[in-house]
């Protein structure tokens, strides 16, 4: 479960715990209509984390935290296929073409990355 680090800052996890290209961490949260996940991930040595939903029919997009593709350069939903680029969130293949997942504003410093969460989505105790 993530932890408070301020008044609007979530620590999600250590730097470490994203490799590049490899298992993302998901955080449980609300969107407004409900609970679901995000994920954090770390592409060209930066940290980007998303609404863990599909653009094309709102499914959670990972296989057992795996998000990427197996050359590690697109983010990809298990249920259809589509492709995202993981740095925008942008579809760039499959049935939700230039549909965008909902990127969240993160930063990693001191070892550590950290959401804050704005908007809709907010974190939810496991």
Not at 11 to 27: F, M, N, P, S, T
């Amino acid at each position: 479960m993530p932890n408070a680090c301020s008044d609007t800052e979530i620590r999600v996890c250590a730097a470490g715990d994203l490799a590049e290209g490899g298992l993302g961490v998901k955080v449980p949260v609300t969107d407004g209509s409900g609970r679901t996940t995000a994920f954090f991930v770390r592409y060209q040595g930066r940290v980007y984390g998303y609404l863990n939903r599909c653009a094309h029919v709102g499914v959670e997009l990972d296989w057992e935290g795996s998000f990427f593709t197996r050359a590690g350069d697109l983010l990809m939903c298990a249920r259809h296929g589509a492709t995202y680029q993981p740095d925008t969130g942008l579809c760039v293949g499959g049935p939700c073409k230039n549909g965008r997942l909902v990127a969240l504003q993160v930063q990693e410093r001191d070892e550590a990355v950290y959401w804050t969460p704005a908007g809709k989505i907010q974190p939810v105790a496991d």
